[in-house]
Nanobody, 115 residues
Framework: QVQLVESGGGLVQPGGSLRLSCAASGFTISSYAMSWWRQAPGTERELVAG????????SYADSVKGRFTISRDSAKNTVYLQMNSLKPEDTAVYSC????????WGQGTQVTVSS
């Protein structure tokens, strides 16, 4: 059974950092492309970052390029999103996702950037 569980969200001041985790079970993350998405109130879900299977090539939305880093730890079967230089417009619910026959989503973790 595929399961994705995010953690690490919270309230942070502008310019601060957070690291989100996505613990996966039911499949091996290194064999599938993984992605992080976010959705702010009243907006559509936005793809933030992705990491390819096997080779681990990464890609980012222009809005986070240079500030966010996606990575994975195969031993822990966990994907991370390191977020630096956070801005108020980064405030959203962040979710990880995998396409394993169909698309699976975690429950999401709230990130709020505010002074």
């Amino acid at each position: 059974q595929v399961q994705l569980v995010e953690s690490g969200g919270g309230l942070v001041q502008p310019g601060g950092s957070l690291r989100l985790s996505c613990a996966a079970s039911g499949f091996t993350i290194s064999s599938y492309a993984m992605s992080w998405w976010r959705q702010a109130p009243g907006t559509e879900r936005e793809l933030v970052a992705g990491i390819s299977r096997y080779g681990g090539m990464t890609s980012y939305a222009d809005s986070v390029k240079g500030r966010f880093t996606i990575s994975r730890d195969s031993a822990k079967n966990t994907v991370y999103l390191q977020m630096n230089s956070l801005k108020p417009e980064d405030t959203a619910v962040y979710s990880c996702s995998v396409n394993y026959g169909k698309r699976y989503w975690g429950q999401g973790t709230q990130v709020t950037v505010s002074s």
